[in-house]
């Protein structure tokens, strides 16, 4: 399980979140764009599959959160909390369509990582208040990972991140020209899916989005 000694914060850990898709991959596999991904300078993995069988869907969470491991940060499924738990991933991310905050926290205890993603300032508060760890909050830009996610606005992102106290990625749309927006807003990092995994070379696409990362939010 991944301790907060492992790097500063769990807060220094939304800095680069990448969100996986295997649509981009070819005949890459996933276990080597993740870890070329962190070798490039993620620092949070989520493990995000909406139609695979169970059973591999569960093989990848092990392969991913054994390199995770390997290099000392977070790894957590998307949405399934027995995936999770059989997986001996660090935690889960869950939607406000699944499995609740506190019942997600309730089966994994008191030190698995369990992130929310909203949309609103009531969301936020109530997720934080559930025992979300921290929240992922977007879509920011219009995507189409998830051409149906609320859209949420720079001000209405602002005013998220200074109603709670735990750390906030934002998601959706963001890439090497978007996380710039990002500045002052309040937000700890940007999670990314296609910026890292449609890419060539995920290892150099992770080390450039790193870069504007580090530029956007410290």
């Not at 499924?77 to 991933?89: K, L, P, R, Y």
Request: net charge negative; proline share 3%.
């Amino acid at each position: 399980m991944w301790k907060s000694s492992n790097m500063h914060s769990l807060k220094d850990a939304m800095l680069l979140y990448a969100v996986t898709d295997r649509a981009w991959l070819g005949a890459r596999t996933l276990a080597s764009c993740v870890r070329d991904a962190i070798e490039g300078g993620a620092t949070f993995v989520q493990l995000r599959e909406k139609v695979a069988p169970r059973d591999e869907i569960l093989g990848l969470a092990r392969k991913l959160g054994a390199i995770c491991r390997e290099s000392g940060i977070p790894f957590v499924v998307d949405d399934d909390v027995d995936i999770a738990m059989e997986s001996g991933a660090d935690g889960v991310h869950v939607g406000q369509d699944d499995m609740a905050c506190v019942e997600a926290r309730r089966r994994l205890g008191s030190s698995a990582i369990v992130g929310v993603s909203v949309q609103t300032v009531e969301q936020a508060l109530r997720a934080q208040a559930d025992g979300a760890d921290y929240l992922g909050v977007g879509a920011l830009i219009p995507t189409p990972t998830k051409p149906d996610a609320v859209d949420v606005t720079f001000e209405e992102l602002r005013a998220i991140c200074d109603a709670v106290y735990i750390p906030v990625v934002g998601i959706g749309g963001l890439n090497v020209r978007t996380i710039g927006q990002l500045k002052g807003s309040g937000a700890d990092g940007a999670a990314v899916v296609s910026a890292i995994f449609a890419a060539q070379d995920c290892r150099a696409a992770a080390r450039e989005l790193r870069s504007i990362c580090e530029a956007t939010f410290r």
